[in-house]
């Protein structure tokens, strides 16, 4: 399915199979569920249906649809009655209006049929047993009038537009198209919006004239994550982005230092993966697919750094006994020297020589120049002591510093990556609850079978006490499942027939068949990942100022080390001396803890969120929700169960079967509410007849029975539902939303923290009041539309407030993408899921204070990175500069700036 007409034909295909009462198909969702008679017709019945309809059902990209039975009503009942909107063409006044009405009404099965002539539309009514849509239609043909395919809406983006000519040009190309009905361009989003017969015309044809008129439409951007090698601070970062963003076609390049990753969204018209890649291999650096080399990158680096200690040490430990001077000495340091060089610290030099014809300068240019310098000041004391003897100045050598330099770097490299292994812990462990093999049932025999070869439509056997393979709906068998992993909460939930499964929870004690609703990369699970990644590779607001800072310091820093060699040797003082304190500056000021900075603190943050039950699209969404000062909440489903009760009846219990019997036919979720309450057989029902908006009518063990609205029953009062039985009253039934056991908690705590709470809803005003007074909220706004929810948010916003909205419906989403935070519930639409910068796995407003938290703990902890990062520098490279600092120590302070850095961004892992 790929657009609203797809979603008709389905639901007109199922609809006119015998048995089908009523049906619901969820375009985002690619679903449908079908409420049926199982006497009269099967699942194989409806798949047959929808594949006649020219669609596809089980192992395809298109999840097999969810099939409801109804039990326990007689198979003399008649289905509900449906209602449909037809758009009828050819009607010009009020005789064509009865004409239509008149052919409509001698259908047999329609119930009622209205016709609005300035709409050109049929209402219609009608018993879905006896008649279809189809049926309907021709009857309106037969009368004379023309029933056309509903229109389509397509946005189209279009390049090149300057001027309101431009746009005038767009339109009056796509208006010029058959079967367009309507066309609107809008010059600041580059959009056209049109609306057209899909009979006869389609979006290549749109496009076509848009192209015609002299205008482009581009293809929409790809995302690609590129793995790169070789970058070591904040310096390099900002090269690789650079070289990415120079490439034509390329709009955006997110590079996430911590994860070694590029995210690169890009025109496929103009670019493609070989190209970006290449871009950043001409940088100087590897663009390659993940080899999972994270182990072996620190066993090699642990191993490299402990040569060189160890060399470095023996070098020291011999000074005493061999002496400074000792030719023996020198040489032998000079061997150790080059060894280490060449072998453990050649990535440094080659990087550095790498980036020389691109002008790039990072961590690698600093050790490169400064033991670099150190060596060939060594060097040639070593070689020619007597051009220093004659020069009155002491051939001293500095190879152990060079030595140690490198040794100390590569060490604080070592921890650098261990530490960044346990930022990304997180994501390794979501992996790691992925189960690699899962018991499918082939002609009913259990056969194991790796999990990517898992389709949809299969039946898969989970064993008790195992890991759940895969995402999908129990078939057979009841158990509790551990669901901890996904909402955070660690009590199990029980599963039946019919309830959702998801991978990487675990199975209690009883045994379960499921059914495959998604293949291994379709699952929750690999969708989390998917986003947590996504998530960790954005960069907050406040990166911005480390990555200015970080494009200019390492040249800035190359120009202090010179003017700090110069000084002291205009100053009098020995070469040696000069080049120690200029060497020293150079290795203290790598910018390694800048470029780690925020990174650490968003990587982990994102990770101990997940873990809590909570998704955070990334970096700039947490630095968001710090500043929050209202929190606005919808009411159904976030603040309440979303699901209406009846807390009292007032009729007799004799009575109540009867009333049930009658709304057990109705979909309105108030009925569905007295079903559940009355929790008994129910007799069958005949005459059946729904008035929407007001109750349902019936006849019942020959009875009269009418259930609904007090005043349309011609009765009074405050409950929300009233029945009457052959004409007497029989009862009222005072229906709430309950709200959530956790609801009062977390609004307490909201308020607590000083946060402004305001509810909006589109329920009644008197229901919303009522919830609001047991909560304490003051705020509400009630009977609202999606674009009055808009409304509110921006009117907040106009006060100068920070607003996170929480919601979970359709209606919400306009809202979620207004506040400066959207908060929605993963039980909610998809859309509104889309919309949020925040995804709440557990359906609990506990969640929501725990992000605002998490987010304020991780800002302050971002701030304190780049506060001590920045004061290391500050001070360490003047200390340097005025000779107060060997070297040696210098690269020791400067690994320890790293790993202080990522140490205070693992602090977040204990968040609570």
Not at 447 to 475: F, H, N, S, W, Y
Not at 480 to 492: F, K, N, Q, R, Y
Request: hydrophobic share 50%; charged share 15%.
């Amino acid at each position: 399915m790929t657009c609203g007409n797809c979603v008709a034909h389905v639901e007109k295909a199922l609809n006119a199979t015998p048995g089908v009462h009523a049906v619901k198909v969820d375009l985002a969702a690619n679903s449908a569920t079908v409420r049926f008679d199982p006497l009269q017709t099967s699942e194989a019945a409806l798949h047959a249906a929808i594949k006649a309809a020219g669609y596809e059902v089980g192992p395809s990209s298109v999840p097999k649809p969810t099939l409801v039975g109804i039990h326990g009503i007689a198979p003399a009942k008649p289905a509900p009655p449906s209602a449909l909107t037809l758009h009828v063409q050819g009607m010009t006044c009020a005789a064509c209006v009865g004409h239509v009405e008149k052919a409509l009404k001698q259908v047999d099965g329609v119930s009622t049929a209205a016709v609005n002539l300035l709409a050109n539309e049929a209402r219609v009514t009608f018993n879905p047993a006896k008649t279809n849509e189809n049926a309907l239609k021709q009857a309106i043909k037969a009368a004379g009038y023309d029933v056309p395919a509903p229109p389509s809406a397509l946005t189209i983006h279009v390049q090149g537009m300057t001027c309101a000519a431009c746009v005038g040009h767009v339109e009056k190309a796509l208006k010029q198209v058959d079967g367009v009905s309507t066309a609107a361009v809008n010059l600041l989003a580059n959009e056209a919006r049109v609306t057209f017969n899909p009979a006869k015309t389609n979006e290549n044809a749109l496009k076509q004239a848009i192209k015609a008129a002299g205008y482009d439409v581009p293809a929409p951007p790809s995302a690609l994550t590129i793995h790169v090698q070789g970058m070591t601070c904040a310096a390099c970062v900002g090269h690789v982005e650079k070289a990415l963003r120079q490439v034509d076609g390329v709009s955006t390049a997110a590079v996430n230092l911590l994860a070694n990753e590029a995210r690169v969204t890009f025109n496929p018209a103009k670019t493609n993966e070989a190209a970006l890649k290449q871009a950043i291999e001409q940088a100087g650096y590897k663009a390659e697919a993940p080899l999972n080399s994270e182990p072996d990158e620190f066993l090699s680096v642990r191993r490299h750094a402990l040569i060189s200690l160890v060399l470095g040490a023996i070098a020291m430990a011999a000074m005493p006994f061999t002496g400074h001077d000792s030719l023996f000495s020198r040489y032998a340091q000079l061997a150790a020297a080059v060894f280490v060089m060449a072998g453990p610290g050649r990535q440094y030099y080659l990087r550095a020589a790498n980036g020389v014809p691109h002008l790039r300068f990072d961590m690698s240019t600093l050790i490169a120049v400064g033991t670099g310098a150190a060596f060939l000041y060594s060097l040639a004391a070593t070689l020619a002591p007597h051009w220093f003897h004659s020069s009155g100045v002491m051939p001293d050598v500095y190879f152990e510093a060079v030595i140690f330099i490198i040794a100390l770097v590569l060490t604080g490299r070592m921890f650098e990556i261990r530490a960044r292994r346990e930022t990304a812990a997180s994501l390794r462990q979501l992996a790691e609850l992925q189960p690699r093999t899962a018991t499918i049932l082939v002609n009913g025999e259990p056969v194991e079978t790796a999990i990517e070869q898992v389709q949809m439509g299969d039946i898969a056997l989970l064993k008790p006490g195992a890991r759940i393979p895969i995402d999908g709906i129990v078939e057979s068998g009841e158990s509790a499942v551990d669901e901890s992993m996904l909402t955070g909460e660690p009590i199990p939930v029980t599963k039946q027939p019919g309830d959702r499964l998801s991978a990487g929870t675990i199975n209690g004690l009883g045994a379960l068949h499921c059914k495959v609703t998604a293949t291994v990369d379709g699952t929750a699970l690999a969708q989390i990942g998917r986003m947590m990644r996504d998530a960790q590779s954005t960069r907050a607001p406040m990166q911005k100022l480390a990555d200015q800072v970080s494009a200019i310091f390492v040249p800035v820093v190359l120009a202090i080390a010179a003017l700090t060699l110069a000084g002291w040797l205009a100053h009098g003082a020995s070469t040696g001396r000069a080049l120690s304190a200029a060497v020293a500056v150079l290795i203290i000021a790598c910018p390694c803890a800048m470029g780690l900075a925020i990174p650490a603190a968003v990587m982990v943050a994102t990770g101990r969120a997940a873990s809590l039950g909570v998704l955070i699209k990334g970096g700039e969404a947490l630095e968001r929700l710090s500043h929050i000062q209202t929190v606005v909440l919808d009411k159904t489903g976030t603040i309440t169960e979303g699901r209406p009760a009846v807390t009292r009846y007032t009729g007799s219990p004799e009575d109540l079967p009867l009333i049930a019997a009658l709304e057990a036919a109705s979909e309105h979720p108030l009925a569905n509410a007295i079903v559940r309450y009355a929790n008994a057989a129910l007799p069958p029902i005949s005459d059946f007849l729904a008035t929407p908006g007001q109750g349902a009518q019936g006849t019942v063990n020959g009875h009269t029975v009418k259930v609904g609205r007090p005043n349309w029953l011609g009765l009074t009062g405050d409950a929300a539902v009233a029945a009457t039985i052959d004409g007497r009253f029989a009862g009222a039934f005072h229906v709430e939303d309950p709200i959530k056991s956790t609801s009062r908690r977390a609004i307490q705590i909201f308020q607590s923290a000083g946060l402004q709470v305001a509810m909006l809803t589109g329920d009644r005003e008197s229901s919303a009041n009522k919830i609001a007074k047991q909560l304490g909220i003051t705020d509400v706004t009630a009977d609202v539309l999606p674009a009055g929810k808009l409304d509110v948010i921006r009117a907040h916003q106009s006060n100068g407030r920070k607003v996170a909205m929480v919601g979970d419906g359709i209606n919400d989403a306009p809202a979620l993408a207004q506040a400066d935070a959207g908060i929605a519930m993963a039980s909610g639409a998809g859309i509104a899921v889309e919309a949020a910068d925040v995804t709440l796995l557990r359906n609990d407003l506990t969640a929501v204070a725990a992000a605002l938290r998490l987010s304020k703990l991780t800002v302050r902890i971002m701030r304190q990175n780049l506060f001590w990062a920045f004061c290391y520098n500050a001070a360490g490279i003047p200390i340097a500069a005025l000779g107060l600092l060997n070297p040696v120590l210098a690269s020791a302070a400067m690994a320890l700036s790293s790993i202080s850095v990522l140490a205070n961004s693992l602090r977040l892992r204990r968040f609570q």
